[in-house]
């Protein structure tokens, strides 16, 4: 059974989100402070953490980047009050995989958690992708690029292996959205860009051409780096 871990102080709110996961046959846990919610999600095995921005001790933020900095890609779908495109860059930034704003309707959630909570299915020949020097472990959530390894959050971990399993194929934005995201994310038209960019970070070389190539006025294509 899949595990949700929500950390929430407003209680009723707690309740209804529990009992609407539990109908959906999901197994919902909850924290009403954020310390509390950061230790049960380190020390325990969640499938998820939905979290709420606003919360006592530590706020949903700190939540998120201290189990980035831990090495936790469990994905984390961050709930706020603040809907503000600069709010859902900083959410999306600190390490969330999804962002709702509050007031939000529970099918809506509902679709968020089912995309969030997938888990890859078929042959296990996709257990490991290579591309390059670039390996991605798919049941572990593991990457590495040559020797080092890279920490990437879920849905970089998705959109990476997205691309690496085509090498040199372009994806449109829109067949990115729709893969990687469920078609259910509306954070905002450039969230694709947004985590691109986050990728390049963490795997390109100072002096070398992008692992990630744009392809203008369509999308993006991974190149795959010669293994030395």
Known sequence: MIRILLVEDEAYLTRTIARVLG??????????????????????????????????????LQVVRRLRAAGMSIPVLMLTARGQV??????????????LTKPFALPELLARVRALTRRPRGAPVDAVIRAGDVELDTIHHLVRSGDVRVDLTAKEFALLATLAKRPGQVFTRSALLATVWGGTSDVYANVVDLYVSHLRKKLDRDGEPSLIRTVRGVGYAFESRDTP
């Open 23 to 60: 109908e959906e046959g999901y197994a919902a846990e909850s924290a009403g402070d954020g310390r509390t919610g950061l230790a049960r999600a380190l020390a325990e095995d969640f499938d998820l953490v939905i979290v709420d921005w606003m919360l006592p001790g530590l706020d949903g």
């Open 86 to 99: 600069e709010d859902r860059v900083e959410g999306l930034d600190a390490g969330a995989d999804d962002y």
